[in-house]
């Protein structure tokens, strides 16, 4: 039996993970196998990653079908359940709240623990199908790392047993540290067109992917209409998903709107870097531009993260509310350039703390003195108790 299995899917997964899976596989006290759930599988929304960052590759790759959510999650499932009939392990870890994640149903049959990084955030938005997914696996944990302590109390008001949980900071804080004298490389990555639009121009970075905003025409009409209200250069790395939403909406955007494919980590983040301000609905792009010093207009109803409009490095914009003065969103943006702010999200050890602790918990055979913590807790109130 092996220590540990780390099952991963998607772009910013790899990112933030990045330092956990070095960590991992350069211990010798701990054995681990990192799996790729095949939810992100093109060069640009994968490979380029686990390049850049320099990042072990996955041992075992799943075979999945990506038509929609119900397939990607239920062939998940149905990988990760048969992964494990031939692979055992002391736990299975996930990280975030996508459809990747429910593949800890498959781990939950077979009785096995389960670590959740990124756990007990909280958007308090119950129809965003990712609030659905993050309560599911914390529920189902035994052992969840928690970035900030206002996130864990979120999880114990859930009833989550205090034992569980372990506060660890932001793991992407990390990778901004570990790669900052290379972002000004990215610039060598970048395509020429972008190189020769943006040139020694004052620009706006946007990205725009959740489907709350682009399956939502009325929100991402508000969307687009807000884009094409600024007069600055604008670079728009845009997902495939939101490409075919703005071709069927028949929507353009102005000519001083640079759309690309999804770039590269180094050249987005130097793109970040040295942009006046970023519209984006991303959760990892508001952390990043608010840890960089770069103000935001986070483009979105609800949030898990509203610590950044509480340092004042983000702006609310909200898409399904019809906003009559979009020039004064992007003006506020500019403004908020001269301010300065100190980001909430740790020292830049999150990490190594959460190696540590699985180590740790590895050594100790704990995982399951963790799961019967959690499980006396619940029947406390139980029949069976
Ligand atoms: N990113 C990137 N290239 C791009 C757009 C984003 O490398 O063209 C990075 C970005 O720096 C961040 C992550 O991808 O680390 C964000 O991914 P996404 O917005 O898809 O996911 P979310 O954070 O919303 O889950």
């Known amino acids: 039996m092996k220590d540990i299995g780390l099952i991963l899917g998607i772009r910013p997964d790899v990112i933030r993970a990045s330092k956990i899976i070095k960590l991992l596989n350069q211990s010798t006290d701990i054995d681990f196998d990192f799996i790729w759930s095949g939810q992100h599988y093109s060069e640009n929304m994968k490979d380029v990653f686990f390049n850049q960052l320099n990042t072990p590759k996955p041992d075992y ?172 250069k604008v670079v728009f790395p845009m997902g495939y998903a939101t490409q075919r939403q703005l071709k069927d909406s028949g929507m353009k955007l102005n000519n001083n709107i640079l759309v ?15 942009s006046s301000y970023c519209l984006s609905d991303s959760g990892t792009v508001i952390e990043e531009a608010c840890i960089l010093g770069i103000p935001t207009v986070q483009m979105r109803h609800s949030t898990e993260r509203p610590e950044v409009y509480e340092v004042k490095s983000s702006i609310k914009f909200d898409p399904t509310i019809n906003n009559d003065n979009l020039e004064d969103v992007h003006f506020k943006a500019n403004e908020l350039k001269s301010t300065v702010w100190k980001h909430p999200f740790g020292d830049g050890t999150a990490s190594k703390v959460i190696v540590d602790d699985l180590i740790d918990l590895s050594k100790n055979n704990n995982f399951n003195k963790h799961a019967r913590e959690n499980y006396d807790f619940d029947i406390s109130r139980s029949f069976l108790k």
């Open 61 to 232: 790759e799943f075979n999945i079908d990506v038509t929609n959510d119900a397939t990607t999650v239920s062939s998940i499932i149905n990988e990760t359940y048969s992964h494990l009939e031939n692979h055992k392990y002391k736990a299975v870890m996930f990280l975030g709240d996508t459809n990747t994640v429910m593949g800890s149903i498959g781990v939950s049959q077979h009785n096995t623990p389960i670590v959740h990084i990124e756990g007990c955030m909280r958007s308090y938005d119950w129809r965003m199908p990712e609030e659905k997914y993050r309560k599911t696996i914390d529920h189902l944990s035994d052992r969840i790392y928690s970035y900030l302590p206002s996130y864990k109390k979120q999880g114990l008001n859930e009833g989550i047993s205090d034992s569980i949980i372990k506060v660890t900071g932001n793991p992407i804080v990390d990778i901004l540290d570990e790669f900052k004298d290379l972002f000004d490389t990215g610039v060598n990555f970048l395509d020429d067109s972008v190189k020769n639009f943006i040139k020694d121009d004052e620009f706006v970075l946007v990205t725009c992917h959740r489907r709350e905003n682009i399956l939502s025409p009325e929100s991402f009409e508000t969307i687009i209409n807000l884009i094409n209200t600024t007069n600055k």
């Open 260 to 274: 690309v494919d999804p770039i590269g980590y180094l050249e987005f983040i130097y793109l970040l870097k040295n």
